[in-house]
Protein backbone atom coordinates (compact mmCIF):
# COMPACT_ATOMS: atom_id res chain seq x y z
CA UNK A 1 0.00 0.00 0.00
CA UNK A 2 2.77 2.00 1.03
CA UNK A 3 4.03 1.49 -2.90
CA UNK A 4 0.42 3.02 -4.39
CA UNK A 5 0.57 5.65 -2.23
CA UNK A 6 4.66 6.95 -3.38
CA UNK A 7 3.00 6.69 -6.86
CA UNK A 8 -0.02 8.17 -6.22
CA UNK A 9 2.09 10.78 -5.21
CA UNK A 10 4.81 11.00 -7.98
CA UNK A 11 2.00 11.24 -10.62
CA UNK A 12 0.53 14.36 -8.95
CA UNK A 13 4.12 16.04 -8.83
CA UNK A 14 4.61 15.39 -12.51
CA UNK A 15 1.30 16.63 -13.48
CA UNK A 16 1.32 19.21 -11.42
CA UNK A 17 5.26 20.10 -12.60
CA UNK A 18 3.64 19.86 -16.31
CA UNK A 19 1.06 21.97 -15.17
CA UNK A 20 3.12 24.71 -13.50
CA UNK A 21 5.33 24.76 -17.17
CA UNK A 22 1.90 25.38 -18.90
CA UNK A 23 0.83 28.21 -16.45
CA UNK A 24 4.48 29.93 -17.22
CA UNK A 25 4.34 29.85 -20.64
CA UNK A 26 0.93 31.47 -20.53
CA UNK A 27 2.00 33.88 -17.95
CA UNK A 28 5.04 34.94 -20.31
CA UNK A 29 2.45 35.05 -23.10
CA UNK A 30 0.52 37.80 -21.33
CA UNK A 31 3.93 39.71 -20.91
CA UNK A 32 4.66 39.97 -23.98
CA UNK A 33 0.80 40.66 -25.20
CA UNK A 34 1.03 43.97 -22.01
CA UNK A 35 4.15 45.05 -23.36
CA UNK A 36 2.87 45.16 -26.99
CA UNK A 37 5.25 42.31 -28.05
CA UNK A 38 2.68 39.73 -29.37
CA UNK A 39 -0.68 39.37 -29.87
CA UNK A 40 -2.75 37.76 -26.99
CA UNK A 41 -2.51 34.20 -25.88
CA UNK A 42 -4.17 31.90 -27.90
CA UNK A 43 -7.56 30.04 -26.78
CA UNK A 44 -6.03 26.74 -27.61
CA UNK A 45 -3.11 27.65 -24.48
CA UNK A 46 -5.86 28.78 -22.11
CA UNK A 47 -7.20 25.07 -22.60
CA UNK A 48 -4.16 23.25 -22.03
CA UNK A 49 -3.50 25.61 -19.00
CA UNK A 50 -6.92 24.39 -17.94
CA UNK A 51 -6.66 20.95 -18.69
CA UNK A 52 -3.05 20.16 -16.90
CA UNK A 53 -3.94 22.37 -13.32
CA UNK A 54 -7.75 20.20 -13.37
CA UNK A 55 -5.50 16.56 -14.41
CA UNK A 56 -3.27 18.03 -11.84
CA UNK A 57 -5.89 18.81 -8.79
CA UNK A 58 -6.83 15.11 -9.61
CA UNK A 59 -3.97 13.53 -8.52
CA UNK A 60 -3.63 15.26 -5.68
CA UNK A 61 -6.86 14.67 -4.44
CA UNK A 62 -6.16 10.44 -5.60
CA UNK A 63 -2.65 11.15 -3.99
CA UNK A 64 -4.11 12.76 -0.57
CA UNK A 65 -6.60 9.73 -0.48
CA UNK A 66 -4.16 7.32 -0.93
CA UNK A 67 -1.98 8.89 1.64
CA UNK A 68 -4.92 9.00 3.96
CA UNK A 69 -6.08 5.09 3.28
CA UNK A 70 -1.86 4.25 4.16
CA UNK A 71 -1.95 6.48 7.62
CA UNK A 72 -5.51 4.56 8.52
CA UNK A 73 -4.10 1.19 8.10
CA UNK A 74 -0.54 2.29 9.79
CA UNK A 75 -1.75 3.42 12.70
CA UNK A 76 -5.35 1.81 13.29
CA UNK A 77 -8.00 3.39 16.38
Known amino acids: MLERSQQAFEAWRAADNEARAKEARLAQA ?33 AIARMGAQLKADHPR
Open 30 to 62: WQGFFAHESPAPPEKLFLEVSRARTQANAKLAQ
